[in-house]
């Protein structure tokens, strides 16, 4: 596992971290958002010079770099020199994002090219493969999630007077947390009785607690800051819904880990969101960057009824045991 050199100084060196057996952290040597098309070379530098890692690539026999750059890069590059097969996964960004930059891709495509396999986390990001390497065929194999940690729910969502939302995220625009706001507060015009509580950190945070004082939001609207993923449970539980308006995603694990409980979704139809999340089962699809959507979607949810069982089956295939053979049929 590759760590930013300055992450792994403070953490490895200053604070004796010491990882567990079976895992390598090692310094990734690079200058943040400088350079980002030499990233794989820096990468390769970075383990060579650890030795370890390299030696662990070169006694493989089966590869899965989770990244498409700049690991997917320099995995393909070993396997060339040590012969192993590789399975590449791509995750999203690395693929809608680092596809438009034409070194970026470059050598993303041949490194998909020069693999056993490519595999993503929706048919939305598959397509996405194909459109800028149509001699790739991904294989779609969807994250999973742990139905022991994420159990059902006690209590049916709204089954009480009040209607509670949960939104969980990075305090960013592309997340949609500003819509959210606006969206929120038209629609507790029309039902006072509402609560938004926002879990996550980021860069729009102050902003968006600014815009909540502003509108006279405060009694309404929590801020939780980040919460630990255990912590997580305990939330969806007490919501009667997640929200998650972002303008972009593949299949957010929030999405799966709410449905998992018997919540239901308020989330935008962008990426592969609409391949796990079914409407009038597991909750609602709106419109992206749309405050108006966001209101009528506060509205309707409640005026439904939703069986937690039926949304929690509705993603029952979803599971980590199934991801993991998936993988392993690739090898073989």
Avoid at 51 to 56: A, S
Wanted: with cysteine; glycine share 6%.
């Amino acid at each position: 596992m590759p760590v930013p050199w300055f992450t792994w100084f403070k953490q490895v060196v200053l604070k004796g971290h010491r990882s567990p057996e079976g895992f390598c952290l090692f310094p990734f040597f690079y200058v943040p958002k400088i350079l980002t098309s030499f990233h794989p070379l820096f990468l390769l530098i970075s383990l060579i010079i650890s030795v370890k890692p390299l030696i662990w690539l070169a006694k493989s026999e089966n590869v899965i770099a989770s990244w498409a750059y700049a690991e997917a890069v320099v995995a393909a590059f070993g396997k060339a020199l040590f012969k192993y097969k590789l399975v590449i996964e791509c995750l999203g960004s690395d693929v809608n994002a680092l596809m438009q930059q034409p070194l970026h891709k470059r050598q993303m495509c041949w490194a998909f090219r020069k693999s056993t396999a490519v595999t993503t986390k929706s048919v939305a990001l598959a397509n996405a493969v194909k459109q800028h390497v149509p001699d790739v065929n991904p294989h779609v194999i969807y994250n999973g999630v742990d139905f022991d940690v994420f159990a059902l729910r006690q209590t049916e969502p709204f089954s009480s007077p009040s209607n509670h939302f949960l939104f969980v995220g990075s305090l960013i625009a592309t997340k949609g947390v500003f819509e959210l706001v606006e969206g929120f507060e038209e629609a507790l015009n029309q039902n006072p009785r509402m609560t938004l509580r926002i879990a996550g950190e980021g860069a729009s945070r102050d902003a968006l607690m600014k815009i909540v004082s502003a509108k006279s939001l405060t009694k309404a609207v929590t801020f939780l800051g980040a919460i630990p993923h255990q912590s997580l449970v305990k939330e969806l539980h007490q919501s009667d819904a997640l929200i998650l308006p972002s303008y972009r995603e593949g299949v957010p694990n929030v999405i799966m880990e709410a449905l998992a409980t018997g919540t239901p979704v308020i989330a935008t139809d962008v990426g592969g969101i609409s391949e796990v999340l079914i409407p009038e089962v597991g909750g609602i699809l709106i419109n992206p960057q749309c405050a108006h959507s966001v209101t009528q979607a506060l509205l309707t949810l409640p005026k439904s009824t939703w069986n937690k069982e039926k949304i929690r089956n509705s993603i029952s295939k979803y599971t980590w045991d199934n991801s993991a053979k998936q993988i392993m049929s690739l090898f073989r």
